[in-house]
């Protein structure tokens, strides 16, 4: 590693009257390009004398993914993280295509689950997994684990890893003027509250969470939230030889009025946790019902770690201003019914970073708020069909304990399995058999059918 002096505009200095500069420590060996061909606005200017220099802030999987892919790029990347060690209560599931597109090493993955339980309110439990090829697995992470691997990996590439809190942003007084960052730099010899520096960048990426600084920044506006309550329970070894492979979802009132309740196994424990949008203040009291359910398994476990966070419900009003956007959860990149965003954090954050790279032609020229709705306009594309099926999925079948006993009822049909799984792990729209189409959709009606009715007599009685 070789230890530089930035000056001015070309990196980091603290927040002073006095004219001094900030050293940093930068990667000594050269740097792999990616090259793309793709062709920046004949009206954006060549940068000289440095290459283009994008702050990215928050370094969860969106972060990570979205540093690397810029340095790699001929990026100048700085990424902003308060908590290197940070645990967010995620049950940690990645699909089987993150693996791949990711280059992930198998030794980060706790668990491969190739099976799971789907338990109904009345405890009917519905075995899933069986359409999975020998290969296919749900993969089981810890946060902090992923984490730390995406943003090493990123510092390998080219990258600043800076530990530190972001606090505002002074905007650019013309079209390619700097941003000007305000943060707290964690050294370890301020105390807790940090040395307060200041950055300027041409570009900024917000990965900093549900709870986005950079969001508010930018008036991006509010979004619906779930909170996400999770405990990390470590189990005698004789029961967690049952979680091996083994992932539970719980639905029903009693562990969540709109979401489920879930145990997935990680390196030496099981995460038991469960969520909730519209009855945030008695999570405690789902999170009780979902230990309550999964009693008789997790029996003589210890609880290890608590952790709770809010998870957002839908996409931000605003997801991009100037030369700021927004990605993962930030962005409000999470998906309804089944609440997963790793995936869609790192691939988020990895499509912001690719469409700044090409629009900078690999660090050269300056890019404006076009080239970065290039990824927005990506992204949409992609995954809005997404989002808006699983939306729908929520709605009908999240909506009473009758609903979700029709739901669990279906999960038992082999093809709702392949077809779930599929896409799931693929994250592509699997076309369907006709047939077998009008087949599910017949069954679809007849459980909805079968639960209003319950549901009636439920009133009466």
Not at 81 to 95: L, T
Not at 278 to 284: A, G, L, N, V, Y
Not at 352 to 375: F, H, K, P, Q, W
Not at 426 to 454: E, F
Request: aromatic share 8%.
């Amino acid at each position: 590693m070789a230890s530089i002096t930035l000056k001015s505009f070309i990196g980091l200095r603290q927040s002073s009257l006095e004219n001094h500069h900030s050293t940093i420590t930068l990667p000594s060996k050269p740097l792999q390009y990616l090259r793309h061909n793709i062709i920046a606005s004949k009206s954006s200017p060549k940068i000289t004398g440095r290459n283009l220099r994008v702050a990215v802030i928050g370094g969860g999987p969106a972060g990570g993914a979205a540093a690397e892919t810029l340095a790699k790029g001929g990026v100048e990347t700085i990424l902003i993280e308060r908590k290197m060690d940070n645990a967010k209560p995620c049950g940690g599931a990645i699909p089987l295509c993150m693996v791949g597109e990711f280059d992930l090493p198998l030794d980060i993955i706790d668990r491969r689950v190739t099976k799971m339980k789907m338990i109904s309110p009345s405890n009917v439990a519905v075995d899933i997994g069986r359409t999975l090829k020998p290969h296919e697995y749900i993969g089981m992470v810890r946060r902090e684990v992923l984490d730390a691997y995406l943003r090493d990996r990123a510092r390998d590439a080219g990258a600043t890893i800076v530990n530190g809190l972001f606090v505002k942003m002074d905007k650019p007084f013309d079209k390619y003027a700097p941003y000007v960052i305000h943060y707290n730099a964690y050294d370890g010899k301020a105390g807790s509250t940090g040395t307060k520096m200041t950055m300027e960048v041409d570009a900024i990426i917000g990965a900093d969470g549900a709870n986005s600084r950079v969001a508010k920044s930018i008036d991006a506006g509010d979004y619906e939230y779930a909170i996400a309550f999770q405990e990390r329970i470590k189990i005698p070894d004789d029961k967690m030889v049952y979680y091996e492979n083994l992932a539970e979802m719980y639905v029903g009132d009693d562990v969540s009025p709109d979401f489920y309740g879930w145990v997935f196994p990680k390196c030496d424990h099981v995460a038991v946790g469960t969520g909730t949008v519209t009855h945030k203040p008695d999570i405690k009291k789902f999170q009780l019902a979902t230990r309550l359910r999964a009693r008789d398994k997790i029996q003589g476990g210890k609880i290890i770690r608590v952790e709770a966070h809010p998870i957002p419900e839908h996409p931000r009003p605003r997801r991009l201003s100037n030369r700021v956007a927004l990605v993962g959860d930030a962005a409000g990149y999470v998906t309804k019914c089944s609440g997963e965003g790793i995936y869609f954090a790192a691939k988020s954050g990895r499509m912001c970073a690719e469409a700044i790279v090409a629009g900078s032609e690999n660090g050269t020229r300056m890019v404006d708020e076009s080239d970065l709705r290039n990824y927005l306009q990506k992204w949409d594309k992609t995954y809005w069909p997404t989002y808006k099926v699983l939306d729908i999925l929520q709605k009908v079948f999240y909506r009473s304990n009758p609903a979700r006993e029709a739901f669990v009822e279906m999960c038992a049909d082999e093809y709702v399995q392949k077809m779930t799984f599929d896409s799931y792990l693929y994250k592509t729209v699997v076309p369907g058999n006709p047939l077998d189409d009008l087949k599910l959709a017949v069954n679809t009606i007849g459980s909805l059918v079968r639960a209003n009715a319950l549901r009636n007599e439920m009133a009466k009685i």
